[in-house]
Structures are given as structure tokens and as C-alpha cells.
């Protein structure tokens, strides 16, 4: 089948992500192929190879984008926080709201890095490994204000995230709790691991 008609260049490409994405999320990386991929969203597979080179740096760029798109909702969502405290609040809200919308995309953001090529996962990291910095900065903010005892932020912002991301794992949103109501004890958790030793006494 042809692309169908009126369809831009721009949402046939968004068409494709879309499939893509739900496909990966459901058989894996592995399993999707671009003749199946191009019969999700009505091409041949020819005309598939006008916006998919090839599958390998499709995955890339896919992976690329969705890390993109998280630092940039990022940055809008902590504009006018300041203070570290809130600041951390906020950064939780974020980060739950953001993996418990956007599950398929936060799967195969994880399980899929292993199907990148050496060059792509070092793109990817880099990106991943600033998104965490954002964090660790908000608890060396808080440690020198004297607000929470963090002797190493970089191994503390590792275990939120960590906490944090396995959210997206469960959370359904017809479940007992709303996403607001896991928000607020999920602060309330990582507040708590703040003010608690980080190792034996």
C-alpha cells in the first residue's frame, strides 16, 4: 500500500516512530523487521527506505530523540524552581510523570542500548549521564545548604533514579493509587533516604 493520501512527509515519519516503538516494546528490537514495520503504517518497503535508511541507525536516532525530548521537557518543567528542596520535588514529579506516560518509550530506552552499535551507545549515555547530572547537582545543592546528609551524590542520584524509573514497570493508571498520589509518597521515600546514614555507623 501506498502512504495514504494528504499525509505529509512529517506525519508519515511520526506514523513510523509510533509503529516503531509499540513494536520494539512488544516483540523486541531483534524481532521487528522494516517489511512488517512498513505493513504497520501502510508503505512498501520501499517507499519505508525513504524515511528509514536502515534499521540500525533508525534505532539510534529513535533512542536520540527520546532522550531529547526528556531534557528538553525537563528543562521546561524546572524553569522557575530554584530553592533545592523544591527542586527535588519537582524533579520526582517530573520523573514519574514523565516514565509513567511514556512507558513503551522509557522500555525500550532501557532494554534496548544493548542493540545499539558502540558509536550509538556512547550518543546515547552521554545524554543519559547528563539527565542523571541534573539530579546529583540538586543534591550537592541541598548537601552544602545544610538540608540533607549525602556523603556521595553520585551514587544517591543512581539510587533515586533507580527507584524512581522501576515506576514505570507497574503503575497503571486505573490502579488504587492516582499518579498525583504516587508522586507525593514517592517524594516523601527519596526525602526520607536524604536524612538517613548512606552506610554503617
Avoid: C
Wanted: hydrophobic share 40%; no cysteine; net charge positive.
Amino acid at each position: 500500500m501506498a502512504r495514504p493520501v494528504g499525509a505529509s512527509g512529517a506525519d508519515t515519519m511520526r506514523a513510523i516512530r509510533k509503529a516503531a516503538i509499540h513494536r520494539i516494546y512488544r516483540h523486541g528490537y531483534e524481532a521487528m523487521s522494516l517489511r512488517t514495520l512498513a505493513a504497520d503504517v501502510g508503505l512498501r518497503v520501499g517507499s519505508l527506505h525513504n524515511y528509514i535508511p536502515n534499521k540500525q541507525e533508525f534505532l539510534g536516532n529513535l533512542l536520540d530523540e527520546i532522550m531529547a525530548e526528556l531534557l528538553l521537557d525537563f528543562e521546561a518543567h524546572m524553569a522557575d524552581v530554584s530553592e533545592p528542596r523544591d527542586a527535588l520535588m519537582a524533579f520526582v514529579e517530573f520523573h514519574i510523570d514523565w516514565h509513567t506516560a511514556r512507558k513503551e518509550e522509557v522500555f525500550i530506552g532501557n532494554m534496548e542500548l544493548r542493540s545499539l552499535s558502540p558509536e550509538q551507545y556512547a550518543r546515547i549515555t552521554a545524554r543519559r549521564k547528563q539527565y542523571e547530572r541534573h539530579l546529583r547537582a540538586i543534591l550537592e545543592r541541598g548537601r552544602r545548604k545544610g538540608l540533607w546528609r549525602v556523603e556521595n551524590p553520585a551514587v544517591v542520584s543512581k539510587a533515586i533514579l533507580a527507584l524512581l524509573t522501576g515506576v514505570s514497570n507497574w503503575y497503571r493508571p486505573d490502579g488504587k493509587l492516582s499518579r498525583k498520589q504516587l508522586t507525593r509518597l514517592y517524594q516523601s521515600m527519596v526525602e526520607r533516604m536524604l536524612h538517613e546514614p548512606e552506610g554503617p555507623g
